[in-house]
């Protein structure tokens, strides 16, 4: 039970540290892409202190709760995903093994998949309490969006769960470390995962939905102050759940923390390599793109899947 | 005596509210809610009893059976609150229309009709109260006329059809069977030849697809459930499809039983693995073609036939997780659609009768209730955890993927998402965003509107943290077919491989919920503005008319709009247009002169002495 708690506080301020982090590299990483210096690594802290001490407008209860519940589901969602270790043997104490997945033994990937959709749900509700066009506009197209890259995700995540015959995402982890990683066993499938990454964590070339140029950043036109920085922290989080997902489904987790976060740290740059030189994509080219080659390829796997059983 | 009890005491109402109106709107009323209460109440009693009740000793050789069980009940229960709930939302609603009367006396009728179906203990009771209940639906669809009439025949046709169908399966089981009675025909069917068994089950499934809104057989459902008046919508989508799903439930499990099911069919094309398929059709294509909808009901009605796809495709999948998921599923669709249906009906009665997508907007200030309600039900059809929705769809998933069906769990996941566009659509386009100058002065709900809706709000929420509470219901029914045991416990499934536990998830939730609005508080708070005071980049956003609706999705619409044309609907037009050519050519030979009519008569005549005078066949 005391594990269990550690473990629970542990997981969530990990994800928050290593969010926090990653938003501050990224800004280096496209800064150094673009022959420039670009901010200090520590520049996101320095942001979201002085956005909490800013005075940002409310457009009423809805307006406030839908960023609460966005983080508090990015948070949550973290519980539910292995954040490094190995399965320790029953009796043996958990955290000896550096096993930090809490939750995860609770209902599986179709729980995390689904509590994924809270954050961008609330964001949605959130800033439809605003009377902002802009706003609309913006979570039409993460809606759309989120349709595109979720069909080849959930085809993949289906060839995977179908492969390993178990809806357990710490057994898959763990029957990753015992034989080969995903990136083996189901290539096509991890190269359609790869392919759709970004446009699940909204990098370039899909960042069509905040798109600062065009819609004034979406859904977040309304937002500032704690409401704005309490946003920047969950995008971090949302960035590092996907990640952390990815490394757990084909990577094959981590042998404890370290080596996982070095893991995501390596998915991490590869993908700020792409965002960094890439243009933005229409929200028609995003759809016909996620749903040709990443979906194509899932497939395939999932048709390899099913006659190689 | 609790069976009888039951139903006389609907039909009694039925009977009597009509003349009660007549004397006093009040007392209509509330005879009306305390009747529909009354049932709630008296079936109430029954959980977990086994009753059976002979009310006809000998109807012409069958014994007429009535008969309370754990599947009856579940079903008997569901009816009961969605009919209550709605006819309490009815009091405001039809208050100033002139059919109120009519109105409640057809609602406690089809009650009646549908108590009488799950308490049926016999074939012929069962198929009497069906064409009951058919026929009442369809003096309450047709009741708004104009355009409600077409979709009252439409319904009503499609009805026959189904109806005609299970009176041949009817005859062919007594005819060869010789029994009527539910255990018995269960019974007998077990060493009955293969042939007949696929013949009653086609014959009953055909009946009970159309009932339920299947695809191919759903053509019926957009109009009849966006025409009929809003309260009886919710009684449509909430409870009397799923008479079709009960009915289904009875025919494959109580009356064929698993075993037998399971291997009807030529080689691998079983009739098992036909229905799942079909379910998962019925999944994926209405829910993308409710994206493409503007009238709001229109939208809730495809959405109900893709909901209905998940029921299908859990008890057509047959184990006892499905079976599970299947039957919750049908419960908290019921909730869920019911719950939405009398949302859309309380924004219709607001703004004078709008329920274009395209110009509502913003009416969450205005009506916070039904919007926050609203919400909870439409994130129960999506499935998301904490709602109704989660643990049924969660059992399919499940069943589906390690049971080895990757495509029908990908076809499960895809009616999900579309769920997801079409519920987001749905809500944003009525309640957030700006609101149009035309509803700025949209009264509050009242409460007999407002209670309804919060009552199943509450539950779909409740349901959602403690699933045990349906499940438990529903493995006794699983129970009553022979079905393995899940385990369940309060907060869901307690098994080796793959438990869940959402009192967890709950508290994880509320946990980082009040962690993180605790860290909002420490920020410096801001002044609370107006909902129009915005921001656009420099230039000021008109009010009123900038709400962003009209083809909120057009990207992927034009995309998928070639793809997802109703081609059944198309063919049986067609088929009722040719039909309608045959009946004209008829007609013509009624030509009106007396001349045509002795020629008619002579050449008969003249035909039959032919006959004799070739053939010699008298």
């Not at chain 1, 933005?280 to 048709?303: D, H, S, Y």
């Not at chain 2, 109807?59 to 009940?73: D, H, K, M, S, Y």
């Not at chain 2, 759903?218 to 966006?226: G, R």
């Not at chain 2, 035909?607 to 005078?613: E, K």
Request: hydrophobic share 55%; proline share 5%.
């Amino acid at each position: 039970m005391v594990t269990q708690i550690i473990q629970i506080v542990l997981s969530p301020l990990i994800a928050l540290a290593v969010a926090v982090l990653l938003l501050g590299l990224s800004r280096q990483i496209i800064a150094r892409i673009h022959r420039r210096y670009g901010p200090p690594i520590y520049q996101p802290i320095i942001d979201i202190i002085r956005l909490m001490t800013q005075r940002g407008i409310s457009h009423g209860a809805l307006f406030e709760l839908g960023v609460v519940f966005a983080l508090a589901g990015s948070l949550v969602t973290v519980l539910f995903v292995p954040l490094g270790g190995t399965s320790a043997p029953p009796g043996a104490y958990p955290l000896a093994h550096g096993l930090l997945s809490p939750l995860s033994s609770s209902g599986g990937l179709l729980v995390v998949i689904y509590l994924m959709l809270f954050g961008p749900i609330s964001i949605a509700l959130g800033a439809g309490a605003s009377a902002n066009p802009n706003a609309s506009i913006g979570v039409s197209r993460k809606m759309l969006l989120a349709l595109a890259y979720e069909l080849p995700f959930l085809l993949v995540i289906l060839a995977v769960m179908s492969h390993y015959g178990t809806i357990s995402l710490a057994e898959i982890v763990s029957r990753q470390q015992d034989t080969a990683w995903g990136v083996v066993s189901v290539p096509l499938a991890a190269l359609a995962a790869f392919l759709i990454l970004p446009a699940m964590v909204g990098i370039r070339p899909f960042d069509l939905v905040g798109a600062p140029q065009e819609i004034a950043s979406g859904p977040l036109a309304e937002y500032g102050g704690r409401y704005l920085a309490l946003l920047t922290v969950q995008q971090g989080v949302h960035l590092f759940v996907v990640i952390a997902l990815f490394v757990d489904l084909f990577l094959g987790g981590g042998l404890n923390v370290i080596t996982f976060l070095v893991k995501v740290l390596g998915v991490f740059v590869i993908a700020e390599m792409i965002n960094a030189v890439l243009p933005r994509v229409r929200i028609e080219n995003a759809l016909k793109f996620c749903w040709t080659w990443p979906m194509g390829l899932a497939f395939l796997q999932m048709v390899v899947t099913v006659v190689s059983r | 005596m609790l069976p009888v009890a039951i139903l006389v005491v609907a039909f009694a109402s039925a009977a009597l509210v009509y003349p009660a109106g007549k004397v006093h709107g009040r007392l209509r009323d509330s005879l009306a809610v305390l009747s529909t209460l009354l049932l709630v109440g008296l079936i109430g009693l029954g959980y977990g009893a086994w009753r059976e009740v002979v009310y006809v000793p000998d109807f012409l050789g069958v014994q007429l059976v009535l008969r309370l069980n754990p599947l009856a009940w579940f079903f008997a229960i569901t009816v009961a609150v969605v009919v209550s709930l709605s006819t309490i939302f009815s009091l405001s609603y039809v208050r100033h229309k002139e059919s109120a009367d009519f109105h409640y006396a057809a609602t406690l009728a089809v009650e009646g009709a549908m108590l009488g179906i799950v308490l049926a203990g016999d074939l012929l009771t069962f198929f009497i109260f069906w064409e009951l209940m058919s026929w009442s639906a369809y003096l309450l669809i047709s009741c708004n006329r104009g355009r409600a009439l077409d979709a009252g025949l439409k319904y009503i046709i499609m009805s026959l059809v189904g109806s005609c169908a299970m009176l041949i399966g009817l005859l062919a089981v007594y005819s060869s069977l010789h029994v009527l009675s539910i255990p018995l025909v269960a019974e007998r069917m077990q060493t009955a030849s293969p042939g007949f068994v696929l013949l009653v089950v086609l014959t009953f499934g055909l009946g009970f697809g159309i009932k339920s809104a299947m695809v191919p057989l759903h053509t019926w459902l957009p109009d009849a459930h966006s025409e009929a008046a809003s309260p009886f919508s919710a009684v449509l989508s909430g409870v009397l499809i799923k008479m079709g799903i009960y009915g289904f439930v009875l025919l494959m499990y109580g009356l064929v039983g698993l075993r037998l099911l399971l291997g009807l069919g030529f080689g691998w094309l079983t009739f098992s693995h036909v229905l799942c398929w079909l379910g998962a059709i019925t999944v994926v294509i209405p829910a993308f073609i409710a994206v493409l909808q503007t009238d709001a009901k229109r939208l809730l009605a495809w959405s109900s036939i893709g909901q209905i796809g998940y029921i299908i495709l859990g008890i057509g999948f047959g184990t006892s997780l499905a079976f599970a998921g299947g039957v919750f599923h049908a419960l908290n669709h019921a909730l869920c659609k019911s719950l939405l249906f009398l949302a859309v009906g309380a924004v219709e009665h607001h703004t004078g009768g709008v329920r274009d997508l395209d110009r509502l907007g913003g009416l969450a200030k205005r009506m916070p209730v039904t919007f926050a309600c609203a919400l909870i039900a439409g994130l129960g059809l999506v499935g998301v955890p904490l709602t109704g929705g989660f643990m049924p769809k969660w059992l399919i998933y499940r069943t589906l993927i390690e049971e080895g069906s990757p495509f029908l769990a990908f076809a499960a996941l895809l009616g999900t998402w579309g769920a997801i566009l079409y519920v987001y659509k749905l809500l944003h386009n009525i309640f957030l965003g700006q609101l149009p100058e035309e509803h700025r002065a949209v009264p509050r709900a009242p409460a007999s509107m407002c209670i309804p809706i919060a009552v199943l709000g509450l539950a779909i929420l409740l349901f959602g943290v403690a699933p045990g509470i349906p499940l438990r219901a529903v493995q006794s029914i699983g129970e009553v077919f022979g079905l393995a045991q899940l385990k369940v416990t309060l907060w869901g499934l307690a098994s080796d491989a793959g438990a869940l536990n959402l009192l967890n998830i709950c508290l994880a939730v509320a946990v980082a919920f009040a962690a993180v609005f605790l860290v909002m508080r420490l920020g410096a708070k801001g002044p609370r503005v107006s909902q129009e005071d915005s921001y656009a980049a420099g230039s000021a956003v008109p009010v009123g008319r900038y709400h962003y609706t009209v083809d909120f999705y057009n990207p992927l619409c034009r995309m998928i709009s070639p793809y997802l044309k109703d081609r059944v609907d198309r063919f049986y037009s067609w088929l009722a247009a040719r039909g309608g050519e045959i009946a004209d050519l008829t007609r013509r030979m009624y030509t009106g002169y007396a001349g045509t009519y002795v020629f008619y008569i002579v050449s008969f005549a003249a035909l039959l002495i032919f006959l004799q005078l070739v053939w010699r066949i008298w």
